[in-house]
Structure formats: structure tokens, C-alpha cells
């Protein structure tokens, strides 16, 4: 009995010992899965806080938010209820403080918990901490390529710019969905030292479209697609800062676009390739296509900003403002495919 129950002992500890090997993030939620699935992500400051009883003996925390900005869904006015908290059988203290700064992470109810009739709620299917104080330290947040998050102004950034990635997705994918992915990409060794999971979103486009497609149809798809969304993401970088743009995400989504079309075999943007910090830029983006004559490999090239110039007997005059915004330039058959394997390197599966 002595052997068994000190085995017994050995392979719960053994079993401990592995499951730990997945601790730290195991499971969580990146930002990006906690903005796709939220309905509502305002920035507001909490204006009166109540504990307010449901159902039976059940209880929750009531907050009214005046609403500064609306990062995701719709309000009627500035003003919104959220309930916030599950307190059991008897009422407790809030955590949270009257005129502080919040970003707020809800889902819609048709029928909230307890019966308390409020629009948005804090659901245990979201995560356990989904309002976070601004000028406090952000601890356990990360975001889909595992890097943490501190800073209050970079939580903002990274969710405001997977709402646009998914508004530009939902946008030009046909039949396009966002599902639940399981990423146990290995982490970043200055934040983590084993393994971890994190829950973010992956993006499907199923094929579409004929098998073949011309030159011409191609090069005016691209076309279409960077004079609509020729702005990027527009985006304030914090205080003692300016309004940046991020052309990445636009580039990011037309490969998807692309990448869709059953007449395209590979398409890649060089976003990971180092480049002179010099105004305006250059993107280049390589596509492997099928036509009715056979396969081809075509570099399409666009300029990242203009700075609104003409040129006259080899004078410069300029007429406006610059403008950063992106630029079709260039629809190229490429020659020497080896000197562009650089830019696949970008988009290797690892």
C-alpha cells in the first residue's frame, strides 16, 4: 500500500510538473480576441457606481459610464449602463472609481444576468479583468504575437486597429469569417519562458473566382482596392505625440484579397523587409497568378505618402500639403524571380 500511495504521490507531482509547462498565459485571451468579441469598447469615466440586487439573492455592479469615445458599437447618446460584476449572494465594494478613465470591454444581452435590465454586460465568457484604468499598470495582457502589454495607450492602439483590420476584412472578402485560433506560437523569452497559448483570431477566405484571370482584370482589382482604402489607419500615437498612419494593415488585407482568388497561387507584401526612413516610401508586393497563356509572376509597386510635387523644365514647385496616403505605381512582369525570394522570406510559415 506504501509503494502505491507513494506512486500515487510521484505521478501527481509529474502531472503537476507538465501541466506547468503551459502556465503563465495558458488559455487566455489575446486583445485581439477580446475586441473581436466584444460588442461594445467605449473609453469613459464611470459617473455613478451602484450595487443593485437581481433575481432571488443574487447581486451586481451597476456602473454609468459618460462615454468619450466609442471604439466599437453603437449608443443612442454619450451615456451607457453596464453590469459589470456577479457578486453572489450579497452585495461588496466596487473596484472601480468615480471620475477615472476606463476602457470599457462589454457584449449585448437580450436577457442579463439576474434579470437586471441593462443593454451591455461583462460576461464570464469574456475574460476576468475586461475594464482597464488608464495611467495603471497593465499586467497579464497580451496580444496575438505575444508580446505584453504595459501601457493603457498601446491596449487602446491594438484594439482599435484590429476593429479596422476586421471592418476592412468583413469588407472585401467574400464569404470571409473570423473563428477562434489556438496559437502556441513560442512566446517572446524577455516576457515568457515556456510555452503559452494564447486564444486569437484567424481570418478565412475561401476560394473564390475562375481559375484564370488576366493582366489587365488583376492590375485594376489592385487598383480599386488601394484607391478605397488609400488612407490606412488612422490613428492618434499618445500625448507628447502626433496622428500617425499604418499602412500595414491595408497592405496585410490586400493580400487576403488576393490570396482569395483561385487564380492566384502566392501573394506577398515586403512588410518585414528593413528600409530607409526617407519620405515618401515604397512597398512592393509580389504576386504568382494563372492566365489563359500560363503562370506569371508579377511585382506590383506603391508609394507610401505623396508629397504633392511637379515637376517643370526641372523645377519643383508644390501645390499642396503632403499627403500620407498610399499610391499605385507600378504592375511589372519579373524577370529574375530569384532576386525577390527576400520578399517571401516575409510570409514563411514558421
Known amino acids: 500500500m506504501n509503494i502505491k500511495f507513494g506512486l500515487a504521490i510521484l505521478l501527481a507531482i509529474l502531472f503537476q510538473s507538465i501541466s506547468c509547462v503551459y ?47 466609442i471604439l466599437k458599437g453603437k449608443l443612442k447618446k454619450r451615456k451607457v449602463n453596464i453590469v459589470v460584476d456577479y457578486l453572489g449572494e450579497q452585495g461588496a465594494d466596487s473596484e472601480y ?8 470591454y462589454a457584449q449585448r444581452s437580450d436577457m442579463p ?5 441593462y443593454e451591455f454586460w461583462i ?21 496575438s504575437d505575444f508580446k505584453k502589454v504595459y501601457n493603457f495607450m498601446v491596449l487602446r492602439l491594438i484594439t482599435r486597429k484590429q476593429i479596422y483590420k476586421e471592418v476592412l476584412f468583413l469588407e472585401s472578402v467574400k464569404n470571409g469569417s473570423i473563428v477562434r485560433s489556438l496559437s502556441d506560437t513560442e512566446p517572446d523569452k524577455s516576457v515568457l519562458n515556456r510555452t503559452a497559448k494564447l486564444m486569437i483570431p484567424e481570418y ?9 484571370v488576366s493582366e489587365s ?19 492618434y500615437n499618445g500625448p507628447g505625440s502626433t496622428w500617425l498612419n499604418d499602412h500595414v494593415i491595408v497592405y496585410e488585407q490586400l493580400e487576403q484579397v488576393l490570396g482569395q ?17 526617407i519620405y515618401p516610401g515604397s512597398t512592393q508586393m509580389l504576386v504568382d497568378f494563372k492566365t489563359q497563356d500560363g503562370a506569371y509572376l508579377y511585382r506590383v509597386g506603391f508609394q507610401d505618402g505623396s508629397a504633392n510635387m511637379f515637376k517643370v523644365f526641372g523645377f519643383y514647385f508644390r ?13 511589372e512582369k519579373v524577370i529574375e524571380p530569384q532576386k525577390f525570394d527576400y520578399i517571401w522570406k516575409c510570409c514563411a510559415k514558421t
Not at 444576468?113 to 435590465?117: D, R, W
Open 23 to 69: 502556465c503563465g498565459v495558458e488559455g487566455k485571451w489575446s486583445v485581439e480576441w477580446l475586441a473581436h468579441t466584444s460588442d461594445l469598447i467605449v473609453y469613459g469615466t464611470p459617473e455613478r457606481i451602484e450595487v443593485k440586487k437581481g433575481s432571488g439573492d443574487t447581486w451586481f455592479h451597476v456602473i454609468d459610464i459618460s462615454v468619450k469615445e
Open 97 to 104: 472609481e468615480v471620475g477615472k478613465n476606463y476602457l470599457f
Open 113 to 117: 444576468p439576474g434579470n437586471v435590465p
Open 123 to 143: 460576461t464570464k465568457s469574456l475574460v476576468e479583468k475586461s475594464i482597464y484604468q488608464e495611467n495603471q499598470e497593465i499586467l497579464d495582457v497580451y496580444t
Open 204 to 212: 478565412v477566405a475561401p476560394k473564390v473566382g475562375p481559375e484564370y
Open 217 to 235: 482584370k488583376l492590375q485594376r482589382k489592385i487598383k480599386k482596392f488601394v484607391k478605397r482604402n488609400k488612407a490606412g489607419f488612422y490613428f
Open 261 to 277: 482568388m483561385n487564380a492566384v497561387t502566392r501573394v506577398c507584401c515586403d512588410k518585414c523587409v528593413a528600409k530607409f526612413s
Open 319 to 331: 501645390l499642396f500639403k503632403d499627403r500620407d496616403i498610399i499610391i499605385f505605381r507600378s504592375f
